[in-house]
């Protein structure tokens, strides 16, 4: 399959996506709900969605709820993201892992200003490596450490 047909499976054709993220518990305390997303999935693609974003695990347990919308999924793993001396990155699937699962993309986060940056980059950079092999899109965010910061003094302070 070509980079470009797995696109059009992500983002509808005036170019945008809708795109719901599920890969919190991968990173977040703040989960609440998306155990029940999946029992939604019918009416959120009624309503317009046109991607998810999962886990290996969501992917593989729920492949039937994503069949009809474009599927990226979390190529990595992170832990302590609020402490300053990470995020701890690495490796949770290969590109040709997400093929078999019928992935249309992968996603990888790198941490410019953190002490693991150099790790989060070679992480992405390997996977943009297979990707390319693949014909597979992928999604390099990045989180920078600043907002990281500002994310845990915003949840300290209850807001």
Request: aromatic share 6%.
């Amino acid at each position: 399959m070509t980079k470009t047909r797995r696109m059009t499976r992500i983002f509808a054709s005036d170019g945008k996506s809708i795109t719901l993220a599920l890969d919190g518990y991968h990173f977040s305390s703040k989960t609440d709900g998306i155990d029940k997303a999946i029992t939604l999935m019918p009416a959120l693609i009624k309503s317009g969605l046109d991607a998810v974003l999962v886990t290996y695990g969501m992917a593989k347990a729920h492949a039937d709820a994503f069949g009809h919308v474009g599927m990226l999924i979390r190529a990595d793993a992170s832990t302590g993201i609020f402490d300053p001396t990470v995020p701890r990155t690495m490796a949770s699937i290969t590109v040709e892992d997400a093929v078999r699962l019928g992935a249309d993309g992968v996603i990888s986060m790198t941490f410019p200003g953190s002490e693991n940056e150099a790790e989060s980059h070679r992480i992405a950079s390997a996977l943009a490596r297979e990707a390319d092999k693949w014909n597979m899109p992928l999604c390099a965010r990045r989180c920078h450490l600043a907002m990281l910061l500002q994310m845990k003094r915003q949840m300290t302070q209850g807001s």
